[in-house]
C-alpha cells in the first residue's frame, strides 16, 4: 500500500510561483511513475506532468516550460515547481501513482493523494 500527502498549495497572484510536494509512504511507491493531476471546479481531471523512473518528464501543453517536475527518491517525495502562474492554473492539485507501463490517464491511477489547492488570482 502506499499513502499520498501533498502541501505547498495556496493563493498566488498571477506570474507568481509556487512549489508542491508529494511525500510518500510504503514499499511499493519505487515501482509506480509518478506525477500530478488537477481538477478545476466543473471541470474534469487532467493529467498535469508525469516523472518516470529513469527520470523522464512529460508535461501536458498548458503548462510547458511553466512547470517542472521532480522527485527525490531517497526522501520519496514528489515536487512540482510551478511558475508564470495563470488564474487558469486554479485547481485542486493531486499527486498519483500509477503503473510505469499505463498512459497518463486517471483511470490508471492506483494511488492518490487527498489533493492540495492553488487558486490563482
Known amino acids: 500500500h502506499v499513502q499520498l500527502v501533498e502541501s505547498g498549495g495556496g493563493a498566488v497572484q498571477a506570474g507568481g510561483s509556487l512549489r508542491l510536494s508529494c511525500a510518500a509512504s510504503g514499499s511499493a511507491y519505487s515501482i509506480y511513475c509518478k506525477g500530478w493531476f488537477r481538477q478545476a471546479p466543473g471541470k474534469e481531471r487532467e493529467g498535469v506532468a508525469r516523472i518516470d523512473n529513469d527520470g523522464t518528464t512529460t508535461y501536458t501543453d498548458s503548462v510547458k516550460g511553466r512547470f517542472s517536475i521532480s522527485k527525490d527518491d531517497a526522501k520519496k517525495t514528489l515536487y512540482l515547481q510551478m511558475g508564470s502562474l495563470k488564474p487558469e492554473d486554479t485547481a485542486m492539485y493531486y499527486c498519483?501513482?500509477?503503473?510505469?507501463?499505463?498512459?497518463?490517464?486517471?483511470?490508471?491511477?492506483?494511488?492518490w493523494g487527498q489533493g492540495t489547492q492553488v487558486t490563482v488570482s
Open positions: 498519483a501513482a500509477v503503473p510505469c507501463s499505463d498512459r497518463w490517464r486517471t483511470t490508471a491511477v492506483v494511488y
